[in-house]
């Protein structure tokens, strides 16, 4: 999943000036002008009804809310750009402010077309409440935790009907919206989940496809999260061996892996609390640590402080690492649709009996995807279709991406998907984790769309990228 950064969350709380905008394509006769936060300009809302039970034509409806960026130009290229989120899943629509600055050529030319998928945003949210901060008792401790996934099963079972919410009929739903705002075919872009909506929508709708761009790419039968802490130990070696090899971190960190293993041990005997000014105490124990350290992998900019975080809490100053540590908010994915994502379509992939031998070894243990596994044995599982896991097949132009540093979903991951994708392209990001967009990458996707095939795909940015860099002083951390 792609994050915004704080920039983008503080203007959605500026106030929104009038800025109309026109466009030439079908969406503006269907959908009403508006505004949405974080964004000045207007764009285009409104809701298209489908029923949960898509097989069965009746019962209850669930309004997908829908948000057109339109396009610049009065009239516009008739596919537009997808965005298809992470999270499992995170709703769409959240991403147009980014979205709107990240695609200034092809905003010329194309509108933008947000969904948020069924059981997320304002599209029946699966919402309840359900922790999922790794410092709070309700999700360390075993039986209060599946209390508490009970608890939320029987608070979304009020307002939907869980067998009804996975990939394959929030793709029939996006195809449906397509064909009532009249675009004949799509540019999906798809990030880590997704890559899953958005390889599936080209396996039930092929000729509905003009491209796809899959960033953070996960194959179909991949029991990723099995897989999570070993990608993970894999991705913190790529960074400790980075430290090793950056003269300055290397002469302040020269025994980086050790620190980090005495450390994790020391919490894990004795867990601390940590006085910061925004609170009394922090805890911080093995568990703890072993979140953060999986959350500061996600981005390039968040490895920065990494190095020097674990050589001062391991000197016995855990004041930097306590105001860093407590999770800030929540993710803004509802966790029914998580878990009814996740209960469907991932953990059945691998026998939970398999996990303590796949975690030997790594940081991250068994604990992370072992809750998982836990609530899935309390929620319910979705439809599917028979081929389901099975690897997709298309000609459609294809970019296929994955970060160099990429936890979640290595490189290796992308290799195996553009296999029966034959009119692919597959790029490793250099010094690039799972999150990280920049300019160099939106231009890629932007150059792919405009042409609509990977041949000569001027991809020259990403050699340029920077090496990564390291916090060897308390004044380099990231504020």
Not at 53 to 67: E, M, Q, T
Not at 447 to 474: G, N
Request: proline share 6%.
């Amino acid at each position: 999943m792609i994050r915004t950064s704080r920039a983008l969350a503080a203007a959605a709380l500026l106030t929104l000036n009038l800025h109309a905008v026109t466009s030439g394509s079908t969406a503006s006769s269907k959908l009403r002008p508006c505004h949405v936060p974080g964004l000045e300009e207007e764009v285009r809302c409104g809701t298209y009804e489908v029923f949960e039970n898509r097989a069965a034509h009746k019962g209850r409806k669930i309004a997908l809310n829908i948000v057109v960026l339109p396009s610049k130009r009065t009239k516009a290229a008739d596919d537009p750009l997808v965005f298809l989120a992470g999270g499992g899943v995170a709703p769409a629509t959240g991403y147009a402010p980014f979205l709107s600055g990240a695609f200034p050529t092809l905003r010329q030319q194309r509108d933008i077309l947000l969904i948020d998928q069924r059981g997320t945003g304002r599209s029946n949210p699966l919402e309840c409440n359900l922790s999922t901060d790794p410092a709070t008792p309700e999700f360390r401790e075993d039986a209060r935790f599946v209390a508490a996934v009970r608890q939320c099963r029987q608070q979304v079972e009020k307002r939907a009907d869980l067998r009804y919410y996975t990939t394959p009929l929030a793709m029939d739903d996006l195809d449906d919206v397509r064909a009532w705002l009249g675009y004949p075919r799509l540019n999906l872009w798809g990030v880590s989940y997704g890559t899953t909506a958005a390889m599936v929508y080209v396996r039930e709708h092929p000729d509905r496809v003009r491209t796809v761009a899959l960033q953070g790419v996960i194959p179909l039968d991949a029991p990723m999260w099995l897989e999570v802490p070993r990608s993970s130990q894999q991705a913190l070696d790529h960074v400790f061996a980075a430290c090793a090899d950056d003269p300055a971190c290397h002469s302040a960190f020269p025994d980086l892996n050790k620190e980090f293993a005495a450390l994790l041990q020391r919490l894990g005997e004795t867990p601390v609390n940590v006085k910061t000014e925004a609170q009394a105490g922090v805890k911080i124990d093995d568990e703890i640590l072993r979140g953060y350290i999986f959350r500061l992998l996600y981005s390039a900019s968040r490895i920065h402080d990494l190095p020097l975080l674990v050589h001062l809490a391991y000197q016995g100053d855990y004041q930097p690492l306590a105001e860093r540590i407590v999770v800030k908010g929540e993710s803004g994915i509802p966790k029914g649709i998580y878990l009814s994502l996740v209960c469907s379509e991932s953990i059945p992939q691998f026998d939970a009996a398999a996990l303590p031998a796949a975690a030997a070894g790594t940081f991250m243990g068994t604990f992370r995807t072992g809750r998982d596994v836990t609530a899935c044995n309390q929620w319910v599982r979705g439809w599917l279709p028979p081929h389901f896991f099975a690897a997709v097949k298309s000609n459609v132009p294809a970019l296929v991406m994955n970060g160099e540093l990429d936890h979640l979903t290595p490189p290796r991951y992308g290799k195996q998907v553009a296999q029966s994708l034959p009119n692919s392209l597959h790029l490793i990001l250099p010094r690039r984790g799972h999150n990280d967009v920049d300019s160099c990458v939106t231009g890629i996707i932007e150059s792919f769309i405009k042409a609509a095939t990977v041949s000569a795909l001027d991809i020259s940015c990403l050699a340029k990228t920077d090496e990564l860099s390291f916090a060897v002083k308390r004044d380099d951390l990231m504020k």
